[in-house]
């Protein structure tokens, strides 16, 4: 099942012209710089912005083609706002009340308890939307999204208007979304740690239009495209916790290269056997070696073979830089080093090469 | 104190309010929807308009209106048809008369209450799925409630305050067009003070507090939703 979108907008100063086509499972980011149109889209997929031409299509429904287009009220989503846009009039249980009182008799509903709990409402329900903090206000909302049980969740950068703190304290509800429930998810967001962390698919959006679209893992890694050449250019790994060094505090995971360690999270006994990690490496932070090193303090090493070395180049600069992005795999896992062009060749790198790559430091991001 | 025929002109001028701000609240809540949403390019002139009666001397209103409303004006031929011969001088007229002197009071805290609400509102009802009619009454009309207030007050204490309008269209007949305003001048120009002074005081006070009631509920709405 995919979710399909070709849609058109114009307006005076900006044209949208989006075309991708996404699994319609897990979390899909729509991923690009302030003003691309992210939040247009967006929109446009809503239903919100009328005069959208074109076609959306989610598994076998159709929200819009060229004979008929379904008004916002009819189209089966949740829609969290940037800023939760709580009704003021109604206290906290009424709003969640208000999507689920209006859905038709035979649709499936999603269960108030379970929406209660996976966002932790419980004490909050006679409240006034008014007394809530930032935080809070937007749980209600993904809560109240969630109660009209949306085919798609459509949501609209939904931490930008918290600071850390608060951002820390709602991140964990979206893994729990992510983890519990089937709902596919379309994420708006400008922020690469927060893609990096949550989204499975990625849609990069340059003005009004989609630059390319695929798998998170590997749209961070694809050098023609912007993400690889950031200054925080990053591959993600998915790993297994497989177990616990108690006595160095270090935990162990195992992912299709072979195994990594990295410090205990936090305090206690660290995360459960088995469990599902994401894993975060900056390409800063892999250096590479011919030979396996021993005598050194990095832990991580891992066998790679390189598959491109990509030149640096910052725009209208003809003089190749001093660094190169270099494209590695491990056993099928795209991994980034940044090495300078120096030792690139004093090391004979070139592609196919099979080389080590130490690890400096790895993220662990849920 | 009161007597039958100031006890008629306070009953006709109740009547005359209520009913003029019923139909404003009917008909000023679609037209300040519109004047507080639409990017029609010339909704400039019909905000203009609406606020006309604002400055226009009541006079000028009511000289049109009896023109337009009299047997031969250009609605003539159209209220003869319906059997009517005259709207000038009939509590018909009247009410005519003060929904235009009165609209302004009613449509620009009504305009003002939906533009501070914005469309965000709609848009989030809309996808919590609520039909357009259903996202009116369920949402922005709770919102607007403090709007809504000032409105029917403003409306309603504007028309019984009227006076030229009434004079110009309504004459001065006694439980048809004669209103507490005319009775008053009535009053005056007969040199009976004391009439003039209960009625002029019963006046006074409904109006201090009619907004004394505006202000006290609009301020309660807002303490309670902050």
């Given amino acids: 099942m995919t979710i399909e979108a070709q849609l058109h907008l114009k307006r005076d100063n900006f044209t949208l012209d989006a075309m991708f086509c996404v699994p319609s499972h897990g979390i899909t980011a729509l991923f690009g710089p302030s003003g691309c149109g992210k939040t247009t889209l967006l929109r446009a997929i809503a239903g919100l912005e009328k005069e959208t031409r074109g076609r959306f299509v989610i598994g076998d429904t159709v929200w819009q083609d060229e004979t008929r287009c379904l008004p916002t009220h009819q189209r089966e989503l949740g829609y969290v706002f940037q800023e939760a846009s709580l009704f003021e009039h109604l206290s906290v249980r009424q709003n969640l009340e208000y999507g689920l009182k209006r859905l038709p008799v035979e649709t499936p509903r999603f269960d108030f308890d379970q929406a209660v709990t996976l966002l932790d409402l419980a004490a909050l329900l006679p409240r006034q939307p008014a007394r809530l903090s930032g935080g809070e206000r937007q749980r209600v909302a993904i809560a109240r999204a969630l109660l009209s049980s949306p085919q798609l969740l459509l949501m609209d950068e939904p931490l930008a208007a918290l600071d850390q703190q608060r951002k820390r304290e709602i991140l964990p509800f979206f893994a729990r979304l992510h983890s519990e429930l089937d709902i596919p998810m379309l994420y708006v967001s400008h922020a690469a740690d927060e893609v990096a962390r949550l989204a499975d698919h990625l849609v990069l959006l340059n003005d009004g239009r989609v630059q390319a679209s695929g798998p998170i893992a590997e749209m961070l890694t694809r050098a023609d495209l912007p993400l690889a050449h950031d200054h925080d250019a990053a591959a993600i790994i998915e790993a297994t916790v497989s177990g616990h060094d108690t006595q160095f505090g270090l935990t162990q995971l195992t992912f299709p290269g072979g195994q990594l360690s990295v410090p205990q999270p936090g305090s206690g006994s660290g995360l459960p056997i088995g469990q599902a990690v994401r894993l975060r490496v900056l390409a800063r932070d892999v250096s590479l070696t011919l030979k396996q090193q021993t005598g050194t303090s990095i832990l991580n090493i891992v066998p790679v073979t390189i598959t491109a070395l990509n030149a640096e180049n910052a725009e209208n600069v003809i003089q190749p830089t001093a660094q190169l992005l270099v494209q590695l795999d491990v056993n099928g896992v795209p991994l980034l080093a940044r090495i300078t062009r120096k030792s690139a060749m004093a090391l004979a790198l070139e592609s196919g090469k099979a080389v080590f790559a130490q690890i400096k430091a790895i993220a662990l991001l849920d | ?226």
């Fill in chain 2, 1 to 226: 104190m009161l007597s039958e025929t100031d006890i008629l002109a306070l009953w006709t001028t109740l009547k005359l309010a209520g009913l003029t701000t019923i139909i404003l609240l009917l008909l000023g809540t679609p037209l300040a929807w519109w004047l507080a949403h639409s990017r029609f390019r010339y909704k400039v002139i019909v905000e203009a308009l609406v606020a006309l009666p604002l400055i226009l001397p009541p006079t000028v209103l009511g000289f049109y209106l009896l023109i337009m409303l009299g047997p031969n004006g250009p609605l003539g031929p159209l209220m003869q048809s319906l059997g009517i011969q005259s709207l000038a001088f009939t509590f018909t007229g009247l009410v005519i008369g003060s929904v235009f002197y009165s609209l302004p009071f009613v449509v620009q805290p009504l305009q003002n209450a939906f533009a501070a609400i914005g469309r965000r509102p709609l848009e989030v009802a809309a996808t919590l799925r609520a039909r357009p009619m259903d996202q009116f009454f369920s949402v922005v009309l709770p919102l607007a409630r403090p709007g809504y207030i000032t409105a029917a007050v403003l409306g309603f204490a504007h028309t019984v305050g009227e006076f030229g309008v009434v004079l110009m269209i309504g004459g001065n007949i006694p439980g048809e067009t004669q209103v507490l305003s005319i009775a008053i001048y009535d009053h005056v120009e007969a040199l009976e003070y004391g009439q003039a002074h209960v009625l002029s005081g019963g006046l006074l006070l409904l109006s201090f507090i009619l907004l004394l009631t505006v202000y006290t509920l609009n301020r309660r709405y807002r303490l309670t939703s902050t």
